[in-house]
């Protein structure tokens, strides 16, 4: 599926807070191809979208409930969504508009949970037209009757759902059975585990050697029933990964560790058809040339009809010349605030968004008088 829009309340530190993931018309000379939905060049939506703000200020949150929103959509249970929500005395609410291309539908899904589970939920979907552009199909979408309503008075004889989806439980299709997603956090916690047992080894090799010149090889232990690998360096010492686990990790630095992971997350965008990823802060101790190149390569190997999202503090992706309209700036206030330079008028694929951003012309960098008051 492919985000087109999105609104938040009560969730987090996000107070009616909207994310745009379109954009009006077709770029020239585009540096990002396949903006627009393979069968329907008129509807274009943000393929990169990368998120930037200070500490804090709502990405790492925005990703996981993304992940939520998918994990509902395929009738899986998102109990863990009471606890974000920020006044428990208050209903939270989420609306989402997407594109699910396998069954070229566009979707509106809004629902809205208490502390205690789901109250209402509301579902409107129609099929894509190729003569519409997207701001028609929107118009479209808005004006259509929902296909689906649960609240108090239209409860299905279902009067305490919990944290998943009535409309999927009675058989509405929000989403394909073959949607695909992955979502990898700034926890460290658990980085010295892969989602794959089966890693890549020349993918693997050659992005650990980038990060470390001194790993000499990454080989597969074949004589071995388990999915066993080993990463030699050249003086002699080894580090195994054992199903998915690097079990002596302590052998490897923090970037190198999460250098893995990216490897890992790389590869299931290379075998994935298409789909929806979000990599969060994972290159936070990389060298600056390291992280744009894997940036590069991932906007590369990106399928038609997939969207990927990225986090980080970097000034230098600021001069990938991406669109200006694939950076999001996030901050902080009292509650989270997004910008999206487009919508201000930076619309020029220059690179200028880093001489804006250093200048603090989004209002998105940290407050640091508190530490410069100890001084």
Known sequence: MIFLKLKINNVYMFRDTEFDFTYPKKIKNSTIEYEFLEEFPKIHYKKVCILMGANASGKTSLGKLMCSINNYLCGRNIEDVSKTIYNKNENAGIEVIYVTSETKEIHKLIVVFNKDGLIEESHRVQKLKKTYNLEKTLKNLANSEPQFIYNQENNHDIKNPGFKSVAHSLGEKLCAQSTQWGYKYSDFENSNILDTPTPNIDTLKNILQSFDNSISSVNAI??????????????????????????????????????????????????????????????????????????????????????????????????????????????????????????????????????????????????????????
């Open 222 to 375: 074949k004589e071995s029933e388990k999915n066993i690998y080993i990463v030699k360096f050249d003086n002699g010492d080894e580090v195994l990964i054992e199903n998915g686990k690097i079990l002596n990790h302590d052998r490897f630095s923090r970037g190198t560790i999460e250098s893995i992971e990216v490897a890992d997350f790389i590869n299931y965008i290379m075998t994935a058809s298409d789909g929806t990823f979000f990599l969060d802060e994972k290159m936070a101790y990389s060298h600056s040339e390291i992280e744009v190149s894997i940036l590069n390569l991932i906007i590369e190997k990106l399928k038609p009809n997939s969207q990927f999202f990225y986090t980080t503090h970097n000034y230098d992706v600021l001069e990938m010349n991406l669109p200006s309209h694939s950076y999001t700036f996030m901050r902080k206030d009292n509650f989270v605030k997004v910008i999206h330079p487009e919508k201000l008028g930076y619309t020029k694929n220059d690179r200028s968004l880093l001489s804006f951003m250093k200048n603090d012309v989004f209002n998105t960098l940290p407050d640091t008088s508190k530490i410069e008051g100890i001084l």
